[in-house]
């Protein structure tokens, strides 16, 4: 069985949730705090885990996985049939670049640590980290939302069936949310968003549902 080092909040640990249960597969959870004692990522126990003192990491034996992207891929390939990449390269290559746009271009501006530096080293008041916050998920979210606009677009970022777009989409979705963004000028990502929550895998991934909650 796997057993997964994640904190509730973070996008990267919430799509890994997301895939393990498109997957079907079971793990254990292993709840790793990013705020108490200094954020438990820190200490050394964990940092001889995950070196970058990042969640998720995902063990398995004597084998530790690290990055959302290389986790969800590795499972796809080793628990057939895959499925949450297209057979087709050029889909493939699409299905990457959506799940790129949010896993590089708007989540690392907008990561805890990020939006803790800003606060602590750079002593920015909380509105002022919140416009931060809005600007960056907006200008990807106005990208995204470009790039969906195509007839590979279906239910879920690409055709019917949810995959590695969808697991990166969803948590940034939520977290929009919870920086109370209005998600009436990206439709389409909105929708998607309303289907896949509706599906097993998402409800049960989404952070009020972990152990961890608060």
Known sequence: MYQLYSYFRSSAAYRVRIALGLKGLDFALTPVHLLRHGGEQNQAEYRRIN??????????????????????????????????????????????????????????????RVLRWLAHEMQAEQPVRDTWYRHWVTLGFDALEASLQSPDTGLCCHGDTPGLADCCLIPQVYNARRYEMDLSAWPTIARIAEHCNTLPAFHAARPEAQPDAE
Do not use: F, M
Not at 55 to 67: E, I, R, S, W
Not at 79 to 98: E, F, I, Y
């Open 51 to 112: 070196p970058e003192g990042l969640v998720p990491a995902l063990v398995q034996g004597g084998t530790v996985l690290t990055q959302s992207l290389a986790i969800i891929e590795y499972l796809d390939e080793v628990h057939g049939p895959r499925s949450l990449l297209p057979d087709n390269p050029l889909a493939r290559a699409r299905v990457r670049a959506l799940a790129l746009q949010v896993a590089c271009d708007i989540h690392p501006l907008n990561n805890l």
